[in-house]
């Protein structure tokens, strides 16, 4: 395969988890101590490759610690053993229209959650048109974004991530809402990734949306990784898996 | 040093967030900006009427200002420490009310409680503004001293922002800290001289001397609140036109970087560890 655009080295991560949580000083000083806690290992490690140019599947059960790396991929979570390295921009869309707020205009909130996702306002200027065109809500962007629909709110956040222009996107789950007509133009959107030879890296858990788009997949269970490679085998096992 | 290159380069973001809290504040009332005068006027009012109407509190006339107006002066120290409060009680929650952003995307996380400190910052601005031209319209000759008004401004902001950054990180661990913040900012106020002037304060350690025999006096002790210094300077430059005590400088320039470092330290210890605390 060519070159590699993330490179996951071994790793683990671990979460604390509480028995007893009291984030109070009262707690604190009558015990001496926070909380009582024990580590989860949400990812051990984990190490795989994701070549470059590659539609990259990431699936596996609830709560085998997909999100977690993802996290993890954005430097949202640091790893406690094992590094990350990706070469090229890396832009993560966990989640749609984080940091919008609901006073404001789309307009004034595109400038907003742009900056949040680390574009300068010229670079927003520059791709206003396209990120307004792309979300459909042109009627609607003078608007405060509390008076649009749950999936008028998906698409303006989704426009503006996609347009980030990253070399390397990762994106968590997102896909699931939206209308059909949106979802169909985001897929169309991918492929044109992949065509100028991006990567994209995915969460979902529609195996036939993974099938149709990726290339490659890895399969994560209870933290630990199962399987990697080409995207129809890894799927097979999976679900060979789950028919069990 | 990379620290303040990262931040540099979210200066941007730190503007958007301002404007996002600055716009979204007033946004949808009948009076907008002017609501941000509403607080200290209403203070102004009821303090005049208790303090100087009933209470009769004693004020040497601004010298060399020449000015004697309770209100006013009451003003010059109430600006700044309403301010001050305003800071700590908004940044102290930055973090945790922003803990779905936190969690979503990775961005220079010093800009929550700083955006904070720009909002707050933006309307004190706009108060200040006001009461020099009424200080003017009194005849105080303000205008030269603004510069230093200005920087005086800008130290006290330097100061909010370093225990801002402090608190934001306790209040993740500790949800007490915000509860607890409110009680000592309104204790703080009163052992603060923002409605009496600090030679009430002298005057009443000189009758008491030093305490347990020893050479500290209760106004030694009154001098480590930095607010006492911070609102001298204010009181010095704005209602009496005149350079403040150089030690009273030197003792906000020293609070105010102190706070700065210990804040900023404070910070970058934790947030890499926010995603998951919140
Ligand atoms: N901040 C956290 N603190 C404690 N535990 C966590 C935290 N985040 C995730 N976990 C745990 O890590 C495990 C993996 O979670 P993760 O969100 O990565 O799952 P997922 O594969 O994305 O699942 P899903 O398909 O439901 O989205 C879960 O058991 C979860 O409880
Ligand atoms: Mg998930």
């Given at each position: 395969?060519?070159?590699?655009?993330?490179?996951?080295?071994?790793?683990?991560?671990?979460?604390?988890?509480?028995?007893?949580?009291?984030?109070?000083?009262?707690?604190?000083?009558?015990?001496?101590?926070?909380?009582?806690?024990?580590?989860?290992?949400?990812?051990?490690?984990?190490?795989?490759?994701?070549?470059?140019?590659?539609?990259?599947?990431?699936?596996?059960?609830?709560?085998?610690?997909?999100?977690?790396?993802?996290?993890?991929?954005?430097?949202?979570?640091?790893?406690?053993?094992?590094?990350?390295?990706?070469?090229?921009?890396?832009?993560?869309?966990?989640?749609?229209?984080?940091?919008?707020?609901?006073?404001?205009?789309?307009?004034?909130?595109?400038?907003?959650?742009?900056?949040?996702?680390?574009?300068?306002?010229?670079?927003?200027?520059?791709?206003?048109?396209?990120?307004?065109?792309?979300?459909?809500?042109?009627?609607?962007?003078?608007?405060?974004?509390?008076?649009?629909?749950?999936?008028?709110?998906?698409?303006?956040?989704?426009?503006?991530?996609?347009?980030?222009?990253?070399?390397?996107?990762?994106?968590?789950?997102?896909?699931?809402?939206?209308?059909?007509?949106?979802?169909?133009?985001?897929?169309?959107?991918?492929?044109?990734?992949?065509?100028?030879?991006?990567?994209?890296?995915?969460?979902?858990?529609?195996?036939?949306?993974?099938?149709?788009?990726?290339?490659?997949?890895?399969?994560?269970?209870?933290?630990?990784?199962?399987?990697?490679?080409?995207?129809?085998?890894?799927?097979?096992?999976?679900?060979?898996?789950?028919?069990? | 040093?990379?620290?303040?290159?990262?931040?540099?380069?979210?200066?941007?973001?730190?503007?958007?967030?301002?404007?996002?809290?600055?716009?979204?504040?007033?946004?949808?009332?009948?009076?907008?900006?002017?609501?941000?005068?509403?607080?200290?006027?209403?203070?102004?009012?009821?303090?005049?009427?208790?303090?100087?109407?009933?209470?009769?509190?004693?004020?040497?006339?601004?010298?060399?200002?020449?000015?004697?107006?309770f209100a006013i002066w009451l003003l010059c120290g109430l600006l700044p420490w309403i301010f001050f409060a305003n800071v700590l009680n908004s940044g102290v929650t930055s973090l945790v009310s922003n803990a779905g952003l936190i969690q979503k995307v990775a961005f220079s996380r010093v800009v929550l409680p700083l955006s904070q400190v720009a909002s707050a910052a933006y309307n004190w601005l706009f108060e200040i503004a006001v009461l020099v031209v009424v200080l003017s319209i009194l005849g105080a000759f303000?205008?030269?001293?603004?510069?230093?008004?200005?920087?005086?401004?800008?130290?006290?902001?330097?100061?909010?922002?370093?225990?801002?950054?402090?608190?934001?990180?306790?209040?993740?661990?500790?949800?007490?800290?915000?509860?607890?913040?409110?009680?000592?900012?309104?204790?703080?106020?009163?052992?603060?001289?923002?409605?009496?002037?600090?030679?009430?304060?002298?005057?009443?350690?000189?009758?008491?001397?030093?305490?347990?025999?020893?050479?500290?006096?209760?106004?030694?002790?009154?001098?480590?609140?930095?607010?006492?210094?911070?609102?001298?300077?204010?009181?010095?430059?704005?209602?009496?036109?005149?350079?403040?005590?150089?030690?009273?400088?030197?003792?906000?320039?020293?609070?105010?970087?102190?706070?700065?470092?210990?804040?900023?330290?404070?910070?970058?210890?934790?947030?890499?560890?926010?995603?998951?605390?919140?």
């Amino acid at each position: 395969m060519s070159d590699v655009a993330v490179r996951v080295d071994h790793v683990s991560k671990s979460f604390r988890m509480y028995h007893e949580r009291n984030q109070t000083l009262k707690s604190a000083i009558m015990r001496g101590r926070t909380s009582v806690h024990e580590d989860f290992w949400a990812l051990q490690d984990v190490s795989f490759d994701v070549p470059e140019g590659s539609t990259f599947g990431l699936i596996g059960s609830n709560g085998s610690g997909k999100s977690t790396l993802l996290k993890c991929l954005a430097k949202i979570y640091h790893p406690n053993k094992g590094t990350i390295t990706h070469y090229g921009k890396l832009a993560a869309m966990l989640e749609v229209g984080s940091g919008f707020h609901h006073e404001l205009s789309g307009r004034e909130n595109i400038y907003l959650n742009g900056s949040i996702l680390g574009m300068s306002r010229k670079e927003i200027d520059r791709k206003f048109d396209d990120i307004v065109g792309f979300s459909g809500v042109e009627q609607f962007i003078d608007q405060p974004v509390k008076n649009y629909s749950s999936g008028m709110y998906v698409r303006l956040g989704f426009s503006v991530a996609i347009n980030v222009d990253p070399d390397i996107l990762v994106v968590d789950e997102v896909l699931a809402v939206g209308d059909a007509e949106f979802q169909k133009k985001c897929f169309d959107k991918f492929a044109e990734f992949k065509r100028s030879g991006k990567t994209v890296i995915l969460v979902s858990h529609s195996m036939d949306s993974v099938r149709a788009m990726c290339d490659h997949a890895a399969w994560l269970n209870k933290g630990t990784l199962k399987a990697v490679g080409e995207a129809t085998p890894t799927i097979a096992a999976y679900e060979a898996s789950l028919d069990n | 040093m990379n620290y303040l290159k990262e931040m540099l380069a979210s200066r941007e973001l730190l503007i958007n967030l301002t404007m996002r809290e600055v716009k979204g504040k007033y946004k949808r009332t009948v009076f907008g900006q002017l609501w941000s005068l509403a607080n200290p006027l209403a203070l102004m009012l009821i303090y005049t009427f208790v303090f100087a109407f009933i209470i009769r509190i004693e004020l040497p006339p601004g010298d060399p200002s020449g000015l004697n107006v309770f209100a006013i002066w009451l003003l010059c120290g109430l600006l700044p420490w309403i301010f001050f409060a305003n800071v700590l009680n908004s940044g102290v929650t930055s973090l945790v009310s922003n803990a779905g952003l936190i969690q979503k995307v990775a961005f220079s996380r010093v800009v929550l409680p700083l955006s904070q400190v720009a909002s707050a910052a933006y309307n004190w601005l706009f108060e200040i503004a006001v009461l020099v031209v009424v200080l003017s319209i009194l005849g105080a000759f303000v205008l030269p001293w603004l510069p230093l008004v200005v920087v005086a401004m800008a130290l006290l902001a330097v100061f909010a922002s370093g225990l801002a950054l402090m608190l934001s990180i306790a209040n993740v661990y500790f949800r007490d800290t915000q509860w607890f913040l409110s009680i000592i900012l309104q204790l703080g106020m009163y052992l603060s001289p923002v409605i009496y002037p600090v030679t009430m304060v002298a005057d009443a350690s000189e009758g008491v001397g030093g305490i347990w025999g020893t050479p500290v006096t209760i106004l030694d002790l009154y001098h480590l609140n930095p607010m006492v210094h911070f609102l001298d300077v204010f009181r010095s430059l704005l209602y009496d036109n005149r350079w403040p005590d150089p030690t009273a400088w030197l003792v906000c320039i020293a609070w105010a970087v102190g706070a700065l470092v210990v804040g900023l330290w404070v910070f970058r210890r934790n947030e890499k560890n926010l995603a998951e605390a919140l």
